[in-house]
């Protein structure tokens, strides 16, 4: 969808809503808008620190991987004013596969996928160094 077809004042984040609210089952919607609606009152708010989000961990068990799919590109949405935004997933070594979300361009584009790639499993052996270095000095270890 192109920014000419939103209807005047829409916010893509709203279209994308809307178009879920209509797809999903009114339950699973439900659940959908339980986890991101924090999220986006925090970004109407300005009050995030940093991009990086993450769902609240109390939902996750119950979540199926379709509601958190939709939950990250709810948000993604409402970071970006996007909604050619996808869901990919990486299979990055030691750690597994990961899913990100990115725009459809970057997620045809092999390139930009393993530098992606490149970039996760960077922070993660830093991470890691965070951690040991956390441990051996008795400090948390939950980075």
Known sequence: ??????????????????LLRI?????DFEMLLSVVEPVLRAIDEQRLPA??????????????????????????????????????????????????VTDAATASDPVRLGEIADYIRERQQLNDELRGIAEVSNLPTDI
């Open 51 to 100: 991009l990086d989000f993450a769902l609240d961990e109390s939902h996750t068990d119950e979540l199926s991987q379709e509601i958190r799919d939709e939950a990250a590109l709810v948000i993604a949405t409402a970071v970006t004013g996007r909604l050619d935004n996808e869901v990919i997933e990486l299979d990055i070594d030691d750690t597994g596969p990961v899913r990100v």
């Open 23 to 27: 797809r999903m089952d009114t339950e």
């Open 1 to 18: 969808m192109n920014e000419p077809e939103l209807p005047p004042d829409g916010r893509p984040v709203d279209v994308y809503l809307g």
